[in-house]
């Protein structure tokens, strides 16, 4: 069963934006922060985002600062992540997470997405 959906994914330049989206889809509502995390070939999985369930908190690795931002409605069971200046590094399969394991900002989440392929040309 799948739970968190996500989309938005696609072949891109550099320099070009994309955003993408992610739905909860086990309901309409949500309590609980909202990220992204990606996966480039031959590395480990690294965080890139995260947003506070009322939309008002977030939190970026440093290599996404000023270019991505992450959005939601307060309670909102969608999110978006939009990708602005986008550089061949950002090439990943980027993952829709849900559920912290801890307190904000957390870093560990229990519910995955299935993955939507990012590629930046150069």
């Known amino acids: 069963q799948v739970q968190l959906v996500e989309s938005g994914g696609g072949l891109v330049q550099t320099g070009d934006s994309l955003r993408l989206s992610c739905v909860d889809s086990r309901r309409t509502f949500s309590f609980s922060a909202m990220g992204w995390f990606r996966q480039a070939p031959g590395k480990e999985r690294e965080f890139v985002a995260a947003?506070?369930?009322?939309?008002?908190?977030?939190n970026y690795a440093d290599s996404v600062k000023g270019r991505f931002t992450i959005t939601r409605a307060s309670a909102g069971n969608t999110m978006y992540l939009q990708m602005s200046n986008l550089k061949p590094e950002d090439t990943a399969v980027y993952y829709c997470?849900?559920?912290?394991?801890?307190?904000?900002?957390?870093?560990?989440?229990?519910?995955w997405g299935q993955g939507t392929q990012v590629t930046v040309s150069s």
């Open positions: 947003i506070f369930w009322t939309g008002t908190n977030t």
């Open positions: 997470v849900t559920e912290p394991r801890d307190s904000w900002p957390s870093y560990e989440y229990a519910v």
